[in-house]
């Protein structure tokens, strides 16, 4: 499915706010309530619009403490990859994964209450994965962005 700028519109629009009506969304967009209704079920369909979600606070919602976890593997021996991703779904403390070239094979980025969570996190968890052969820890002092909306506003601009 190609993207066009009405696409783009919508997507934009439901990433400030995934709770607004077809009808807010036809207003925002120029378009015709049915128009919307169809173009969403259909960006749904193809898999670009994912799932819906609700942006929470995490030092509100109680976790204090957020790292940057990277680690290398010693063998890059498929079952261990694969027991490390299966590892990684299974623990909700684990955001964000991502398998990366340069000096760490994945980056992770990490949330729990404290330091004692994060402690028994890398205790329980990271350093008994088989494979692991570094692990390296960046702890976050202050979060200057998170943002999760694409920038939908700059591509594509030349495009309907």
Known sequence: MTLDAKDRKIL???QQDSRLTMQELAERTGMSSSAVWRRVKSL??????????????????????????????????QKN???????VMRHPEVLECYATSGEADFHLRVVVEDID?????????????????QVRSNIVLKEIKADTALPFRNLGTSQN
Do not use: C, M, Q, W
């Open 12 to 14: 934009s629009a439901l």
């Open 117 to 133: 969570a994060y402690n028994a996190f890398l205790d329980d968890f990271i350093f008994r994965l088989p494979g692991v052969s």
């Open 44 to 77: 749904e369909e193809a898999g670009i619009i994912d799932r819906y979600a609700a942006i929470v606070d995490t030092r509100k919602a109680g976790f204090g403490f957020s790292a940057i976890v990277h680690l290398t593997l010693a063998r890059h021996e």
């Open 81 to 87: 990859v694969e027991r490390f991703i299966k590892e």
